[in-house]
């Protein structure tokens, strides 16, 4: 066993539903990529009694209890979280810092890791098994929705991204995105998901984004995104005022990317992040320098990041001095 244990756990961007008609008995189902900033980081340790500190503490409290009863453990632990991912910003922050905590109790008391079942137990991926299959191995993944006896949604496709291709954010602070009460209730008064409209999103990622990716074809990948994103971005706008980006600064930013050639523009969830996709740094940085005026002015923040090929980062310590 280990005497401390850190994890950095990675945000993640869920470019698109695949099915949230549900006809075929399997509704939801995602698309996601792992980037690598902004990223949860904590740590834990044995303590004579339990305390947490950093930032989102009482929902890390309340994480931590849960999985010491779960695992039957009767030590306590003090956990530190030292950085986020910022909530309710669509950048899966909260299943990312419940998995961490897991993934980090798991690794001091030495038990075997498991995310789907950790998602599980932990309330997480109620639609998406993006955050459970991202926290593992990083990539690009796509899940296979809920069926009547899932529990946390499969993993049924996971590819590289390529290391040449960069990721623009897109961030509104002063604007959360819907969630908990609110979220439900959006998914209770949404109009049916049309069936066509799923057939189409399906089709897309198939024979377009995913053999774009393959084939390190950034049009074809960013034509699919963005396509998805317009199909679920209409078909949500009810819920967000109605408009599919949460922010209207965001949006009008996306917008103007989108003019300039960024491929793959589209909001993460609920946002209010926005997303485009760059072939490499320097067209990032040029289409970042060619909005500069207009975020500024719309008060946003923007920024350049990469996607990630790896999960979560799991480090064990040891204080004991080595002979």
Known sequence: MFDSVTVTAPARLHLGFLDLNGGLGRRFGSLGLAID?????LSIRRAATLEVEGVERDRAMRHLELLARRFGLQSAYKLIVRDAIPAHAG??????LALAIAAAL???????PDAPDDAA??????RSGIGAGLFDRGGLIVDGGRGELTRTP??????????EWRVILVLDKRIEGVHGPREREAFAQLAPF????????????????LPGLAERDLSSFGDAIAR???????????AQGGAPFASPAVAEVMRELRRHGAKGTGQSSWGPTGFAF????????HLCDLVHEKVVTLGVDIAICNGLNHGALVKGESFAAVN
């Open 194 to 209: 049309k069936a066509a409209a799923a057939a189409e999103i399906c089709r897309l990622v198939l024979v377009k984004a």
């Open 228 to 238: 998805i994103q317009d199909v679920v971005g209409e078909y949500f706008a009810p």
């Open 106 to 112: 798991r690794r001091l008391e030495g038990l075997a």
């Open 91 to 96: 950048l899966g922050s909260g299943t990312q």
């Open 37 to 41: 900033a902004p990223a949860t980081r």
């Open 278 to 285: 760059a072939v490499n740094l320097h067209e990032a940085q």
């Open 121 to 126: 137990l932990l309330q997480r991926g109620e």
């Open 154 to 163: 499969p993993v049924i496709a996971r590819m590289e991204f390529p290391q």
